[in-house]
């Protein structure tokens, strides 16, 4: 299983798990849905929308590793 980091696209974060979709529109980040959002790095995007990027990976993280263990 890859890690996800600050750097890590918004567009991998995706391929990587669909789900993570409804996630960011969660937490307010509606964008992702936008074609361009897939090439933001995942840090770009949380400038954006003035969310913490380390709390978001720790997150996203935490959500692929619960899936694979599935």
Same mark, same amino acid.
């Given at each position: 299983?890859?890690?996800?980091?600050?750097?890590?696209?918004?567009?991998?974060?995706?391929?990587?798990?669909?789900?993570? /979709?409804?996630?960011?529109? %969660?937490?307010?980040?509606?964008?992702?849905?936008?074609? =361009? *959002?897939?090439?933001?790095?995942?840090?770009?995007?949380?400038?954006?929308? /003035?969310?913490?990027?380390? %709390?978001?990976?720790?997150?996203?993280?935490?959500?692929? =590793? *619960?899936?694979?263990?599935?």
């Amino acid at each position: 299983m890859a890690a996800i980091t600050k750097d890590t696209l918004i567009g991998d974060i995706l391929d990587l798990d669909p789900s993570s /979709a409804s996630f960011f529109m %969660e937490m307010g980040m509606l964008c992702v849905s936008c074609p =361009a *959002a897939r090439g933001e790095t995942l840090e770009q995007a949380c400038m954006v929308h /003035a969310i913490d990027p380390d %709390e978001i990976v720790q997150k996203l993280n935490e959500r692929l =590793a *619960a899936a694979s263990k599935k």
